[in-house]
């Protein structure tokens, strides 16, 4: 039986977390009540005590398949119903980050309140960049939850057991190979005469730009040392290597612009590539 997750203090940052996560209302996820002001030092609980909740609430409207299902898109993106599977599966990536950084900031209650107050901000990112795909959904007439749906990423985070773990595979793996993901297929979108799809991609490129850089600079706060490789490599909670963190071609401009050096991104390229990338948008 699974224990029943302490319920954090009425009206704190950590209770908005808790209550975000455990949301089984549409509604809620995607248009949550504003979190309390971060730079409020009453909004902030009182000695809290790390909380790593398991799993999200999933609302009735979305079809969820357990891991091993398969949820396999078409790969040719030339039609509207493949390009709509892709961002209705890619609205769910945003999701699952809302809800994984805010998990983090329970996960990893003795962390630096700097970075507990990052990740938050992150949290309304990652909803924003969910409404931009959900807006494209609209568009094409498709509700979210059109297409089953699979936790993937929330399967890989539970094992990261510090926050080092956490920001080597969300920040600088997942959102590092979104950055590979997103022009190519911004690309593909507007070879198909779809250009607000393709200027989704292009905006939410630009965006995790300023999340691989956040993942970058905690990174080596927490490890007290300069970002390298092979500490990346190493800080990855098993079975996630950084051969399925990367695209086909890295897309060596953004990564540099996020602060990842020649070292890391040459050492990176020559890592195997994946057959299917698994990224927050792939």
Same mark, same amino acid.
């Given at each position: 039986?699974?224990?029943?997750?302490?319920?954090?203090?009425?009206?704190?940052?950590? %209770?908005?977390?808790?209550?975000?996560?455990?949301?089984?209302? #549409?509604?809620?996820?995607?248009?949550? %009540?504003?979190?309390?002001?971060?730079?409020?030092? %009453?909004?902030?609980?009182?000695?809290?005590?790390? #909380?790593?909740?398991?799993?999200?609430?999933?609302?009735?409207?979305?079809?969820?398949?357990?891991?091993?299902?398969?949820?396999?898109?078409? +790969?040719?993106?030339?039609?509207?119903?493949?390009?709509?599977?892709?961002?209705? +599966?890619?609205?769910?990536?945003?999701?699952?980050?809302?809800?994984?950084?805010?998990?983090?900031?329970?996960?990893?209650?003795?962390?630096?309140?700097?970075? %507990?107050?990052?990740?938050?901000? #992150?949290?309304?990112?990652?909803?924003?960049?969910?409404?931009?795909?959900?807006?494209?959904?609209?568009?094409?007439?498709?509700?979210?939850?059109?297409?089953?749906?699979?936790?993937?990423?929330?399967?890989?985070?539970?094992?990261?057991?510090?926050?080092?773990?956490?920001?080597? #595979?969300?920040?600088?793996?997942?959102?590092?190979?979104?950055?590979?993901?997103?022009?190519?297929?911004?690309?593909?979108?507007?070879?198909?005469?779809?250009?607000?799809?393709? +200027?989704?991609?292009?905006?939410?490129?630009?965006?995790?730009?300023?999340?691989?850089?956040?993942?970058?600079?905690?990174?080596?706060?927490?490890?007290?040392?300069?970002?390298?490789?092979?500490?990346?490599?190493?800080?990855?909670?098993?079975?996630?290597?950084?051969?399925?963190?990367?695209?086909?071609?890295?897309?060596?401009?953004?990564?540099?612009?996020?602060?990842?050096?020649?070292?890391?991104?040459?050492?990176?390229?020559?890592?195997?590539?994946?057959?299917?990338? +698994?990224?927050?948008?792939?």
């Amino acid at each position: 039986m699974i224990p029943t997750p302490r319920v954090p203090t009425e009206g704190t940052i950590e %209770r908005w977390c808790f209550e975000y996560i455990t949301s089984t209302e #549409l509604a809620a996820k995607l248009s949550p %009540r504003p979190a309390p002001d971060s730079a409020d030092e %009453r909004a902030w609980e009182v000695g809290p005590e790390p #909380l790593r909740l398991t799993r999200p609430g999933r609302p009735p409207e979305l079809c969820m398949v357990a891991a091993g299902e398969s949820t396999r898109l078409c +790969r040719d993106l030339s039609t509207a119903s493949a390009r709509g599977a892709l961002f209705h +599966r890619f609205a769910h990536h945003e999701l699952q980050a809302a809800e994984l950084f805010a998990w983090a900031l329970l996960a990893f209650a003795d962390a630096p309140r700097a970075f %507990r107050q990052g990740l938050l901000a #992150l949290v309304a990112e990652e909803i924003a960049h969910l409404h931009l795909y959900l807006g494209y959904l609209r568009e094409q007439g498709l509700a979210f939850g059109a297409h089953p749906l699979r936790d993937y990423f929330w399967e890989r985070m539970l094992g990261c057991t510090t926050p080092q773990a956490f920001v080597a #595979l969300q920040g600088l793996g997942l959102e590092g190979a979104n950055l590979d993901h997103c022009l190519p297929l911004a690309r593909q979108f507007r070879k198909a005469g779809d250009e607000l799809g393709a +200027r989704v991609l292009e905006r939410i490129e630009e965006d995790e730009i300023g999340h691989v850089a956040f993942a970058k600079h905690w990174f080596e706060q927490f490890t007290g040392a300069p970002l390298t490789y092979a500490a990346w490599g190493a800080a990855l909670p098993e079975p996630v290597t950084p051969s399925v963190l990367h695209g086909r071609t890295l897309n060596r401009e953004a990564r540099a612009r996020a602060g990842l050096d020649a070292a890391f991104l040459d050492a990176l390229a020559r890592a195997p590539s994946p057959h299917l990338p +698994r990224t927050k948008s792939a």
